[in-house]
């Protein structure tokens, strides 16, 4: 069955990266995009970004360009994302999620997720 | 940008009550709209996608209807694991991916 694994807590400062993974299984991995999705303290669902597995074509929220990159490890079906810049707003759990059809050219809803990653930033 | 706006914000209901859930959309959108539930300390489950398709599994009882600007997810009659946090979320031009602010099922 498909599986997505998340890396676990990550605690940076302000200013900080962090790259958070989620290793892919149950499935061919080339043929699904992933989006990554977070949730704040309390809060609800905001989408952040996608990547198209197939041909490395990514999607970032407006709010998340110049300090996120998605980037992809087909050899261990491994999707990443770094977000740059922190601030104390960006703490939140950040859920990878596989499209639910194959060889989308957009990231659409999803079937499969991962359980989340929590990332807190703090001085 | 669209906005979804999700209504009413909590439902406070008893088990064996329907509840009418609402998400409308600040323009004119096709289809894709999706609805996903959410119990505490867990992951998004996808319920309905391309605003009335139910995913495999999911009870008969869930259902979703709407175009255009206004979309409703229905629970015809609510069970005990049923309460839990809803959201919708639209498949479009950009964002590629919007989510509605939710509506929280509680148990009255």
């Known amino acids: 069955q498909v599986q997505l694994v998340q890396s676990g807590t990550e605690v940076k400062k302000p200013g900080a990266s962090a790259k958070v993974s989620c290793t892919a299984s149950?499935?061919?991995?080339?043929?699904?995009?992933i989006s990554w999705v977070r949730q704040a303290p309390g809060q609800g669902l905001e989408w952040v970004a996608w990547?198209?597995?197939?041909?490395?074509?990514?999607q970032y929220g407006q709010k998340f360009q110049g300090r996120v990159t998605m980037t992809t490890d087909t050899s261990t079906s491994t999707v990443y994302l770094e977000l740059g810049s922190l601030r104390s707003d960006d703490s939140a759990i950040y859920y990878c999620?596989?499209?639910?059809?194959?060889?989308?050219?957009?990231?659409?809803?999803?079937?499969?997720w991962g359980q989340g990653t929590l990332v807190i930033v703090s001085s | 940008e669209i906005v979804l706006t999700q209504s009413p914000a909590t439902l406070s209901l008893s088990p064996g009550e329907g509840a009418t859930l609402s998400c409308r959309a600040s323009q004119n959108v096709s289809g894709h709209l999706a609805w996903y539930q959410q119990k505490p300390g867990q992951a998004p489950r996808l319920l309905i996608y391309n605003a009335s398709n139910r995913v495999t599994g999911i009870p008969a009882r869930f259902s979703g209807v709407g175009s255009g600007t206004d979309f409703t997810l229905t629970i015809s009659s609510l069970e005990p694991e049923d309460f839990a946090v809803y959201y919708c979320q639209l498949r479009n031009n950009w964002p590629p991916l919007a989510f509605g602010g939710g509506t929280k099922v509680e148990m009255k």
């Open positions: 990547i198209s597995v197939y041909n490395g074509n990514t």
């Open positions: 999620a596989r499209d639910s059809l194959p060889l989308s050219g957009a990231p659409m809803h999803s079937q499969s």
């Open positions: 149950g499935y061919i991995f080339r043929n699904y995009g």
